[in-house]
């Protein structure tokens, strides 16, 4: 018996170390969040992924920013190309 004792003390180890850095409660949470939903989603991973940590309250900032990366990015390529051309008062614009 004694061979199985340390993993039980790692696995307590190891749940006390997931309960002290927010990890227990943060699945606990978006489990109950899942089991809570009327229509419950195709893909329970990937509701799980998205709602975990509250990261679906940034994702309409997060889609906002990568529109005005994408935007920024066209605008470097057209400076560029303006710049190639010499067309340097209109960059200014």
């Known amino acids: 018996m004694s061979i199985y004792k ?3 003390s790692k696995r307590e ?3 006390k170390y997931l309960e002290r850095a927010g990890v227990m409660d943060a699945l606990t949470k978006v489990l109950v969040s ?3 939903e009327i229509e419950k ?3 329970a991973l990937e509701y ?3 709602n975990l940590g ?3 309250e940034g994702t ?3 889609e906002l920013l990568k529109k005005e990366l994408a935007e920024a990015k066209a605008r470097i390529v057209e400076l560029e ?3 190639a051309r010499h067309e340097p008062d209109e960059i200014a614009n």
């Open 34 to 36: 899942l089991y809570e």
């Open 81 to 83: 190309a303006r710049l």
């Open 6 to 8: 340390p993993i039980d």
């Open 48 to 50: 799980v992924r998205k």
């Open 41 to 43: 989603p195709e893909d």
């Open 54 to 56: 509250g990261i679906t």
């Open 60 to 62: 309409s900032d997060m």
């Open 13 to 15: 180890e190891f749940r």
